[in-house]
């Protein structure tokens, strides 16, 4: 879990928070996985339905997120941070 947690941080340096955290919420649906293969636990419907309504939610996410150029020196990254 920790080292989930320092990847997810780290994550954050390299791409737009807003492809980040619906990635990051996915990790529900690893223990989701995980739990009904290792654990034998039962899935209901209403749970493989949210299951399946996160993964589609993540995908239009990450195909909707805005472009960004990429930074090459720090003062070129404030300059685009004072424009939004």
């Given amino acids: 879990m920790i080292v989930g947690e320092v990847a997810n941080f780290v994550a954050y340096a390299f791409a737009p928070t807003i492809l980040v955290t ?3 919420a996915l990790s529900i649906i690893i ?6 293969f ?9 749970e493989i339905l ?3 309504m996160c993964i589609a939610g993540s995908v239009i ?4 997120a805005p472009q960004e150029s990429p930074i090459n ?6 300059v685009n941070e004072n424009r939004k």
Avoid: D, F, R
């Fill in 22 to 24: 619906p990635l990051g």
């Fill in 31 to 36: 223990s989701v996985m995980l739990a009904h």
């Fill in 38 to 46: 290792i654990l034998k636990e039962k899935l209901h419907q209403l």
């Fill in 50 to 52: 949210g299951c399946v």
């Fill in 61 to 64: 996410i990450v195909i909707h």
């Fill in 73 to 78: 020196s720090m003062p070129e990254s404030t």
